[in-house]
């Protein structure tokens, strides 16, 4: 079982990068039609092609850093995972980070960190960013904290969330996608209840979306928008086939903002957990992989999301090599994999 686990932390850490690096050259481009699809990881799975690496992006970036500050510190220091986003954002800017985030780097940087979510806390006139860079890097919170308690997972992808996101839909969402890896983890390969695993999470964001006293709701803003959003997603689930991928653009979404691509995220993983029409995939991983991309907006983004999840899951024996081989940063996730094991098993 415990070979098990390490394999499913490498599943998480890998399914987030092939993601990012598989999805990113579809980002914010017209949608890639199943066909196209099928064709790209059919080229790049054969044996002898030799491609340039594809190129991991702000995604893999954060995640990176997040994980070894988790490493170093053992646990989640707001400081030291700052300091870090900003280095790594200075020696590699155009990694294709958000148009507004950078302004926080940049506040961070010359403000020597005197308040660590001060800078968050003033992005769109003091509501904060929504964008969805909060939980795109949470994955290494969900493995690191995997045994904790509820209360404890979801506060540190909350404050991990707000260094940089302070709009309680951007935190809210990175909370929402580190309980899905969770619950992936937890739950046996042969025994994925849909209905349950919706249920599940719908219970835990019930209670992270009660609004607090510090909290207040934005002009448009409702209260429980996760919670409502995964009842829409047990409604797609439970018509099957039957949805189409402007149906899923339509009631999930799939662009940058938090609450419109994590659900949709959480969806590509439940949805290709069956097989879906005129999608070839190796693996249920891979069809995870390559429905995420075929909903097109943020590729890289929901890719990325929605392979962590999968990964977790799955494990990383369903991750074919000949598609692993082809991201940049491999060695790197699969040994920051490893140590998070090490360190959430001895701790
Ligand atoms: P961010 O905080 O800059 O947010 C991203 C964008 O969301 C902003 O630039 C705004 O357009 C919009 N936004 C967020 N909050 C608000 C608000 N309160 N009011 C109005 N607009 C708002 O950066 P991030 O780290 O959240 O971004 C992550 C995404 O950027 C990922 O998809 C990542 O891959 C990258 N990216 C995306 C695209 C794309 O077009 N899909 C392109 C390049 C980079
Ligand atoms: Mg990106
Ligand atoms: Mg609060
Ligand atoms: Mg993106």
């Known amino acids: ?155 540190v992808a909350k404050d991990m969330a707000l260094i940089t996101h302070g709009n309680r839909l951007g935190y809210n969402g990175a909370v929402l996608q580190c309980l899905a890896i969770r619950e992936a983890l937890h739950t046996p390969t042969n025994q994925l209840d849909v209905v349950k695993f919706i249920q599940s999470l719908k219970e835990m964001m019930k209670k992270v979306e009660t609004l607090g006293e510090d909290e207040i709701l934005e002009k448009g803003q409702i209260e429980f928008e996760y919670t409502g959003r995964l009842s829409r997603l047990a409604s797609l689930m439970e018509r099957g086939d039957q949805v189409s991928i402007d149906a899923v653009e339509e009631e999930l979404g799939n662009d940058i903002s938090a609450h419109r691509s994590v659900p949709t995220a959480i969806y590509s993983f439940l949805r290709a957990s069956n097989s879906i029409p005129n999608i070839e995939a190796e693996t249920a991983f891979m069809r995870t992989i390559h429905y995420a991309i075929s909903l097109g907006g943020d590729t890289d983004t929901i890719a990325s999301m929605a392979g962590s999840i999968a990964g977790a899951f799955y494990g990383i024996a369903e991750i074919p090599e000949s598609l692993q081989r082809h991201c940049e940063g491999l060695a790197e996730a699969i040994q920051q994999a490893d140590q998070l094991h090490s360190l959430a098993t001895n701790t």
């Open 1 to 155: 079982a415990v070979e098990l686990l390490v394999g499913r932390f490498r599943g998480s850490m890998v399914g987030a990068l092939m993601g990012d690096c598989l999805g990113a050259p579809f980002e914010a481009e017209p949608r890639a039609a199943r066909s196209v699809l099928n064709s790209y990881f059919k080229r790049l799975s054969c044996p002898d092609i030799k491609v340039p690496y594809k190129a991991y992006t702000d995604d893999t970036a954060m995640t990176r850093c997040v994980a070894l500050s988790l490493i170093q510190e053992k646990g989640y220091n707001a400081e030291d995972m700052a300091k870090r986003f900003v280095k790594e954002f200075y020696a590699e800017p155009r990694r294709g980070y958000g148009s507004n985030v950078v302004d926080v780097f940049a506040a961070l940087r010359i403000s020597k960190f005197e308040d660590v979510y001060g800078p968050a806390a003033w992005q769109f006139g003091g509501s904060g960013s929504y964008g969805n860079g909060g939980a795109m890097r949470v994955a290494p919170v969900a493995l690191f904290y995997h045994p904790a308690p509820d209360q404890k997972v979801v506060s």
